[in-house]
């Protein structure tokens, strides 16, 4: 357990560093934008090509990962449920942001300080990027233009720099092929920058915000938040023990399952002009909410 709170310990100080860059150091006003498009089209790619070349692709039809993804489908469904009377748009961004987990820029972070194996995440990057986020897209162009573009649900995948490292990386690991050591060790080290980087514009990110002010739809936001921060995870927990899954297995599913929602779907949002106020406050409030859960977690995990 002393090595999972440390894990938290660290990503605590360095998520505090970007907070007081952006407070103090006199920053631009799109330093963290900035930022998080380096580790989006850089960094996170290289640290997932060298992870998932490292890696046993057998995890992608493991019971885990059908854990994880029953679990994102139950919290789209309920929030469906719950929340009526929005319009379509609205009410698949608050589905998004009830079950689609940020594995990227939080998850690769919490997975390699306190699960201690960044390739943990891979599995959720790729069900996300390859299945959930072209079905997403296609049923926003729906609701908010009435058609879809074929066009848009197929170029969308194939233009993310992530899906390109996972793709290549997946690559390497079935042929066994090994980059040379001149191409190899760079790769290695512009990946390694991605987990504090992306910390330190979380971080930045949290000065200065506003949420849940007049006009927003506040009862949508929190359910949305509850469904992402406590129910995914408890809902990934019992049906983990369903399955009999061992304890490290169940512990890293629900860490997984209680992060945040992805920054990813306000992207979406922005596309479609859909819940763009709704994914917003979702975002930061789960982001922030997420802390205490994942502690709470890893503590009942090692009584």
Request: charge should be positive; charged fraction near 10%; include cysteine.
């Amino acid at each position: 357990m002393i090595s999972a709170f440390s894990g938290f310990a660290l990503i605590g100080v360095i998520v505090l560093a970007g907070w007081l860059t952006r407070r103090f150091a006199g920053l631009p006003d799109n330093a963290e934008a900035v930022l998080g498009r380096l580790v989006y089209s850089v960094l996170a790619p290289c640290l997932l090509f060298t992870g998932v070349a490292k890696a046993d692709l057998n995890v992608l039809f493991s019971e885990p990962l059908l854990v994880s993804t029953a679990a994102a489908v139950v919290c789209f469904g309920l929030f469906a449920l719950l929340i009526r009377g929005r319009d379509r748009g609205t009410t698949i961004m608050g589905a998004l942001a009830s079950g689609y987990t940020n594995a990227n820029y939080i998850g690769i972070p919490v997975a390699t300080y306190v699960l201690g194996n960044a390739a943990l995440v891979v599995p959720i990057v790729i069900l996300q990027l390859l299945a959930i986020t072209p079905v997403a897209l296609t049923l926003l162009e729906i609701a908010t233009t009435g058609h879809a573009s074929w066009r848009t649900v197929l170029m969308t995948p194939l233009r993310n720099p992530l899906i390109a490292g996972v793709a290549l990386g997946a690559v390497f690991a079935l042929t066994g092929w090994h980059l040379p050591a001149v191409l190899g060790n760079p790769i290695t080290a512009i990946g390694q920058a991605a987990v504090p980087v992306v910390l330190i514009a979380f971080g930045m990110s949290l000065s200065g915000r506003g949420v849940l002010t007049a006009g927003s739809d506040r009862a949508a936001t929190l359910t949305a938040i509850a469904l992402k921060t406590a129910g995914m995870p408890v809902i990934a927990f019992l049906m983990s023990r369903a399955l009999g899954l061992p304890h490290d297995g169940t512990f890293a599913v629900t860490v997984l399952a209680a992060l945040p929602t992805a920054q990813n779907v306000f992207l979406y949002g922005q596309r479609f002009n859909a819940g763009l106020v709704l994914i917003r406050d979702a975002i930061f409030l789960s982001t922030v909410a997420c802390a205490p859960a994942l502690l709470l977690i890893t503590f009942l995990f090692h009584l």
